[in-house]
């Protein structure tokens, strides 16, 4: 008999990932139509230009672009984008006088009823939230300078919180908001309802209920199914920390206990940016990104690391995504490495793809495919698991389709091993009333349909 090929080899792991799925996989894939649907939101957060893209996953084009910038509030020069007819570098760009806006819009998570985006201001040491459906950011007021040449309205000067805020994540209620403040060594968080009203001018510090105490450099929350446990993952440290949470009778936290878990074996760089728990709660996924692994943490019982995973030389792994659907169980993982052989010769990034469904001890990378842009980011897919979408943090270049956009892919996931790209989607620029602000370097990825169950529920 004659040695399978690659292609059947990949076939008969999504067979196999399909029967240790077991029923409710083809169930829930059948409960909603398949793929996005009209008021769907994929939310790009555009860390050089301060900007959101959301990009509309029916038609795969960018639908709006939400400022975070505070230009163009007041009509004299020194508060315009464009002064002179000079457009300013990113570094220059910020230290306008009185730029209040954003700087370094970098992470995001949405609301447990996917109503709200929280996204982080690493220069700026703030928070804003934003509401999905009608993409308004909670807290801008109407602009008293307003005229035909300026902004309509003032934005908000957000939550502030510390040296470096670097991820948000909601409590599976939805009451609270916890930030890691990654530039210090500590959670900060927030009131959900006083953060609304805090954003709107309320007195400063009102949302802020306190700070949790962690290992230097926290990177990332996240929440086990029951809210029962939270698990904090840094960039500075080769510790992950555990903490039991309790809640009150009004559902805010209460940290009950802490344990620390080391791993300096597995992440000896002690660089873990990035964490995710699995669509059925029972392990959470963490990249490492120095050390080109990720590791899984079991969370049945005592919590534990049940294994890290080996991927390619230089990697350079950021997030990870599930994609689970009637074809199987896998995880994804974005490497930032650039390669010069993508398709068609355009350089591109890889994106890993590793069977879930494959016994503990033994998971691997079982496949790769190119991410359709350069240095992929975040990874999002939508509530079926049959698309996904990409961020990327560098520009496309020159001679090439959409040289010097920034762009997100989509592809098609319907079989998880065989991903076939609908889209590169450029997601151009913000037009302000003085130029045009380019969308610019993607970091973090959500994909929203306002009023659903999201991750964080």
């Given amino acids: 008999m004659p040695e399978p090929t690659r292609r059947e080899l990949l076939s008969g792991l999504a067979m196999a990932g399909l029967g240790a799925a077991g029923a409710a996989g083809p169930a829930e894939a059948q409960a909603q139509p398949a793929g996005p649907q009209a008021g769907d939101g994929v939310w790009l ?60 819009i970098h992470g995001s998570c949405p609301s447990p009823d996917s109503r709200l985006i929280a996204t982080t201001g690493r220069g700026s040491s703030n928070v804003y939230l934003i509401e999905t459906e009608t993409r308004r950011v909670v ?23 510390g040296r470096e805020p670097h991820e948000p994540t909601f409590t599976r209620n939805g009451r609270e908001l916890w930030v890691t403040v990654r530039g210090e060594d500590r959670i900060a968080v927030l009131d959900v309802a006083r953060a609304r009203e805090e954003s709107a001018g309320g007195r400063p510090g009102h ?72 669509p059925d709660g029972g392990e959470i996924w963490t990249t490492h990104k120095l050390a080109d692994r990720v590791s899984v943490l ?29 074809r199987g169980r896998f995880v994804y993982v974005s490497y ?53 979408y990409v961020a990327h943090e560098q520009d496309e270049l020159p001679n090439t389709p959409h040289a010097g956009q920034t762009v997100c892919s989509a592809f098609d996931v319907s079989d998880p091993v065989q991903p076939r790209l609908l889209a590169r989607i450029p997601l151009g620029d913000l037009a302000l009333p003085s130029g045009r602000l380019r969308s610019k370097k993607s970091i973090n990825l959500v994909y929203v349909r306002p009023g659903a169950r999201s991750a964080t529920a």
């Fill in 207 to 278: 949302a802020l209920r306190g700070f949790i105490p962690t290992m230097p450099g926290p990177a990332h929350a996240w929440f086990s199914a029951d809210g029962r446990l939270a698990v904090v993952v840094s960039q500075k440290a080769a510790v992950i920390d555990l903490l039991s949470v309790d809640y009150d009778a009004e559902g805010l936290s209460r940290i009950a206990g802490r344990r620390r878990i080391e791993i300096a074996e597995r992440d000896p760089f002690g660089f873990s940016p990035f964490l995710k728990l699995s």
């Fill in 336 to 388: 930032a490495r650039v390669d010069d052989d993508g398709p068609d010769g355009i350089a591109s990034s890889r994106i890993g793809v590793i069977d879930r469904s494959a016994p503990a001890g033994r998971r691997r990378v079982v496949a790769d495919f190119h991410s359709g842009g350069r240095e992929a980011h975040g990874l999002w897919t939508d509530p079926t698991g049959t698309r996904l």
């Fill in 45 to 104: 957060c555009n860390e050089d230009s301060n900007t959101l893209t959301v990009v509309d996953p029916v038609r795969n084009v960018v639908a709006a672009t939400v400022n975070l910038t505070s230009f163009d509030e007041d009509p004299r020069p020194p508060f315009r984008f464009v002064t002179g007819g000079v457009i300013p570098p990113h570094g220059a760009m910020v230290q306008k006088p009185l730029y209040h806006g954003a700087i370094s």
């Fill in 298 to 326: 079991a969370m049945q019982g005592e919590v534990r690391v049940a294994e890290t995973i080996q991927l390619p030389d230089l990697a350079r792994p950021n997030h990870v995504e599930f994609v689970e659907n009637a």
């Fill in 139 to 161: 807290g801008n007021r109407p602009n008293t300078q307003a005229r035909d040449t300026t902004n309509p309205e003032r934005l908000t000067s957000g939550i502030f919180l």
